[in-house]
């Protein structure tokens, strides 16, 4: 059963809320990656990845993997949305011995296919499980979400140059093109010019589209998995912090919590009562 | 009330007290808000290289800047300075090139980031590496001069700083701090805890607990890990004869090893390493950290304990 767009927008309003409690709560983590991923992540668990909360395990189940691992809590939101884990797990979203370990880890939480926290590593990772599919004459899709800030580093550019030597159509990238990184901007950290003809030149297929636009999400979804032929790329263009305004495109929120008033501010443009 | 300071903060305290010396140069692999490169950065933006996001790049960019006469400091967290250890290895200390690398938020003891930003292994694999100094101090004021001290160093170097705060030891004793001696915090004649870093305040806890059972420990801040002070190591196991050491890094190949290599070879003597046991970190903070990893205060009492138990 495909979820609607009105269903999907409020699937993404629920994890969002539960993005910034995680990270109110802990006092600690990454609010403004996780809030530009989340609906393209809504968008992909609801309708798209095929796999079986009840058997995360599953061999033929496609795989995702959050290369920005430290964009946890919108995994861990949507994991929980999934009955992955329970929306209890959230609660122990950095603490001692808890599901929700600051970076997604597959040791520790169910439906997490790679422990993830080094940045550049999970498109190599990916290309693996994608081998993998290939040689087991699997149907089953590979998805790698990167981080904008991500792509500098330079291994990435090493599994995106091998992935199209073994021309794995089965690979699919989601790049989360939110502009900034950890200190700052990217334009001031480190320009990278024209990311969608980078891809290109490397041989991928490539769609642009605004990753806050279920509709274009669910177009850009539907190209990657379309796609057999080619590795593919979506280059969605989000806004770091999404959905709470003094986050949205503010560098401070990369890796920053809220305090108390600003949690409250959260939670009501978010739509929640806080009780 | 003691100070408590981060040793992070001294590093970027340090690199602006260099700033006057021209062929300094900073580079950057987008953790300067998090390792304080940032206030160079703010202060000298054309003295500063950012390498985006891209740790290998950044070590060979300084490999070239110090073969053409700057005296580069780069920095990023501890456990992706290993990312980029072979260029490390092949590119600076082979060449022997005085390239300074700084790795922040080292050890267990960084907390809820979880185990993939918990480099237990740092010192461990830059001391393999022929030239290269390995620093890991246990206050801002300790790292702040000790940075300053590698300016004169013609050779490449390792300083792990640490995230958090911890007890400020050295106000006001700058000139106890040089590279490759070793600092007697506290005598004792029972039984000496070599230390570094953040496990430094843990082992002056540890001591003091001794104290009240009559136990005199020294406490020895052994904050440059290589070239290891043995002069200090052996004098200690003369007048101690029961050593222990403890390190927020695995058991294996740091602070504690390089002791057991030199006591091996040299004057054997009971010694009990206290050290992250060979497994991975997890999500907790800071405190609760060395407690799960059994390295905090209590840990190295008893380790100095069975030290003393095993002297003939
Ligand atoms: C190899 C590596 N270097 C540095 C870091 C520290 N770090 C964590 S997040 C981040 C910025 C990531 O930016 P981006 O990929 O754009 O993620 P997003 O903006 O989506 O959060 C950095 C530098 C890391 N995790 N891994």
């Known amino acids: ?275 | 009330m003691t100070r408590m300071a981060a040793t992070r903060d001294g590093y970027g305290q340090a690199l602006l007290d260099m700033a006057s010396n021209e062929k300094v140069v900073v580079l950057e692999a987008d953790l300067g808000k998090s390792t304080k490169s940032l206030h160079f950065r703010k202060a000298y933006p054309e003295r500063t290289v950012s390498c985006g996001i891209g740790e290998q790049n950044m070590m060979l960019t300084a490999a070239g800047l110090a073969a053409s006469g700057y005296i580069p400091f780069a920095s990023t967290f501890a456990i992706f300075t290993e990312r980029a250890f072979e260029q490390m290895r092949n590119g600076i200390a082979r060449p022997n090139l005085p390239v300074h690398l700084c790795g922040s938020h080292g050890g267990t003891h960084t907390g809820t980031d979880g185990s993939s930003a918990q480099s237990i292994e740092d010192l461990a694999i830059f001391r393999t590496l022929p030239n290269v100094v390995v620093l890991h101090p246990c206050d801002d004021v300790s790292t702040r001069v000790l940075t300053n001290q590698l300016i004169e160093l013609n050779q490449p170097s390792y300083t792990r700083t640490a995230r958090n705060k911890t007890p400020v030891f050295y106000d006001g004793r700058e000139n106890e701090v040089t590279i490759g001696k070793g600092v007697v915090l506290n005598t004792g004649s029972d039984v000496a805890i070599i230390a570094c870093g953040v496990m430094v305040s843990e082992a002056m806890k540890a001591a003091e607990s001794l104290a009240t059972k009559g136990i005199n420990a020294a406490v020895v801040d052994m904050h440059t890990i290589k070239p290891l002070d043995t002069e200090l190591i052996d004098k200690l196991a003369r007048d101690c004869g029961a050593l222990v050491t403890a390190e927020d890094h695995n058991i294996i190949g740091g602070l504690g090893g390089s002791v057991a290599e030199f006591l091996s070879s040299n004057i054997p003597t009971p010694l009990e390493r206290v050290g992250v046991k060979d497994r991975f970190g997890e999500s907790g903070q800071a405190a609760e950290m060395l407690d799960l990893m059994e390295i905090s205060a209590p840990f190295i009492a008893l380790a100095a304990e069975r030290a003393i138990n095993r002297k003939q």
């Not at chain 1, 609607?4 to 983590?29: F, H, N, P, T, W």
């Not at chain 1, 690979?171 to 024209?194: A, G, H, P, S, Y």
């Open chain 1, 1 to 275: 059963m495909t979820m609607s767009i009105d269903e999907l927008e409020e699937l993404a309003r629920r994890c969002r809320v539960e993005i910034v409690k995680m990270v109110y709560r802990a006092q600690a983590g990454h609010p403004g990656g996780s809030l530009s991923e989340i609906d393209l992540l809504c968008a992909l668990y609801g309708n798209y990845l095929r796999v079986k909360p009840d058997d995360p395990e599953w061999d033929d189940r496609d795989r995702f993997i959050l290369s920005k691992g430290h964009a946890s809590p919108g995994m861990y939101a949507i994991l929980a949305e999934m009955n992955f884990i329970s929306s209890q797990d959230l609660e122990s979203y950095r603490v001692l011995g808890g599901v929700c370990q600051g970076h997604v880890d597959s040791k520790w939480c169910p439906g997490v296919d790679f422990s993830a926290g080094s940045l550049g590593m999970g498109l190599s990772f990916g290309m693996g499980c994608a081998v993998a599919g290939r040689l087991s004459n699997s149907n089953r899709n590979v998805f790698v979400m990167l981080g904008d800030g991500e792509i500098q580093e330079g291994s990435v550019w090493e599994a995106a140059m091998a992935a199209k030597h073994h021309e794995l159509g089965n690979l699919k990238v989601i790049l989360d093109c939110n502009r900034i990184q950890n200190d700052d901007f990217c334009e001031t950290q480190m320009r990278m010019f024209d990311i969608p003809a980078k891809w290109r030149s490397f041989g991928w297929d490539v769609k642009e589209i605004d990753g806050h636009n279920m509709e274009q999400i669910t177009e850009g979804l539907d190209f990657l998995v379309q796609n057999k032929a080619n590795p593919s790329v979506l280059i969605a263009h989000t806004i770091k912090g999404k959905g709470v305004s003094y986050m949205e495109d503010n560098p401070a929120f990369h890796g920053a919590a809220p305090n108390d008033e600003q949690y409250s501010v959260a939670m009501s443009e978010l739509g929640e009562v806080v009780s």
